[in-house]
Nanobody, 121 residues
Framework: QVRLVETGGGSVEAGGSLTLSCRVSGFTFSSSRSCLAWFRQAPGREREKVASTPGGNSDYGDFVKGRFTISWRHAGNDKVVDLQMNSLKPDDSAMYYC????????????WGQGTQVTVSS
């Protein structure tokens, strides 16, 4: 059974940094075909992709503008995908979700429960 568990959310002042982590277990991962990703959704807004790792590369939403970095690593049989967020803005406040898909299909097949990020001005 695939399981995604996010940690690292919280409250921070504008200009600050946070690192989100997601432990992915039970997932058959191919570095050349699979995707690990972070999405976010703020109240009243559509879900949007923050960053993903298609085929070993990194892909970011236009709003990131060099502020965030996605990375992943092995942790035993699991994978951990991190999202380092710098220069945070109040507009970055949202529920952040980790997602995984074996072949980078859309929509992603596996999702975590989410972790809240709140950025105060």
């Amino acid at each position: 059974q695939v399981r995604l568990v996010e940690t690292g959310g919280g409250s921070v002042e504008a200009g600050g940094s946070l690192t989100l982590s997601c432990r992915v277990s039970g997932f058959t991962f191919s570095s050349s075909r699979s995707c690990l990703a972070w999405f976010r959704q703020a109240p009243g807004r559509e879900r949007e992709k923050v960053a993903s790792t298609p085929g070993g590369n990194s892909d970011y939403g236009d709003f990131v503008k060099g502020r965030f970095t996605i990375s992943w690593r092995h942790a035993g049989n699991d994978k951990v995908v991190d999202l380092q967020m710098n220069s945070l803005k109040p507009d970055d406040s949202a529920m952040y979700y980790c997602a995984a898909d074996p072949i980078c299909s859309s929509p992603f097949n596996f999702w975590g429960q989410g972790t809240q990020v709140t950025v105060s001005s």
